[in-house]
């Protein structure tokens, strides 16, 4: 039976995966990790009435869930989280079988996190899916500018792409969107760093940029 238990133990559990259920305050300890991805995975309803700030929001019972699951970054840590750990408990098994190195899930959930005394306010819904496609498919062209306030190339960029698009404005709508107010879009579009551009014409997507960019580089590459 032992020899049995001890086989059936190695196939579950990949070599070097880590998949561990923690208590609150371990995994507010895990949250300083400079690399950790939040996730949590309740519906957007339960979402919106308020959870851990710097979540990203990818519902576990959404059909979606493990293609929207496969664009974060499997060799760093993943954090998830639930209302009270049985959906972020079957959310981290199913992430240990795709190949994530660090899953830990969350012991006992924001019931047991506010239990204790800790935070759990309203966070940020963001732009969803569904309206990013809308906002981007109008005729002409769309900048998209995939910021954040603490970003300094981000900060670098800004005036010249606020001056492109006053210089365009007939032809060219700029969209700007804050990533730490939208963690569950950028998570959905795969895109893991800011800065972060994209340009559509009529809706198609037709150039796209990750990280800093000058101004003639991009009016070079793009014909604006």
Do not use: H
Not at 12 to 24: D, F, H, L, W
Not at 86 to 113: C, D, H, I, P, T
């Amino acid at each position: 039976m032992a020899l049995f238990f001890a086989s059936c133990q190695g196939i579950a559990q990949k070599e070097g995966t880590v998949n561990k259920t923690i208590s609150p305050a371990e995994f507010e300890q895990k949250l300083k990790l400079p690399d950790a991805q939040l996730v949590d995975v309740r519906s957007p309803e339960e979402y919106a009435d308020g959870g851990i700030a710097g979540s990203m929001n990818i519902n576990y019972n959404s059909a979606d869930f493990e293609s929207s699951i496969a664009k974060l970054d499997k060799n760093k840590p993943v954090l998830v989280y639930c209302l009270s750990g049985g959906r972020s408990g079957s959310a981290a098994n199913k992430m240990n079988g795709m190949g994530f190195k660090e899953v830990y899930n969350m012991q006992g959930g924001l019931v047991q996190w506010r239990s204790e005394g800790k935070t759990a306010g309203k966070v940020a819904a963001g732009m969803s899916m569904e309206n990013y496609t809308k906002a981007v498919s109008q005729k002409g062209y769309v900048l998209v500018d995939f910021n954040a306030s603490w970003c300094a190339p981000c900060k670098k960029m800004l005036p010249w792409i606020t001056k492109l698009a006053e210089e365009k404005k007939d032809v060219l709508a700029l969209l700007k969107i804050d990533a730490d107010q939208n963690a569950g879009l950028l998570a959905e579009k795969g895109i893991k760093g800011i800065p972060y551009l994209e340009l559509y014409k009529d809706g198609a997507l037709v150039w796209k940029q990750s990280g800093y960019i000058e101004e003639s580089e991009m009016r070079k590459q793009t014909g604006l």
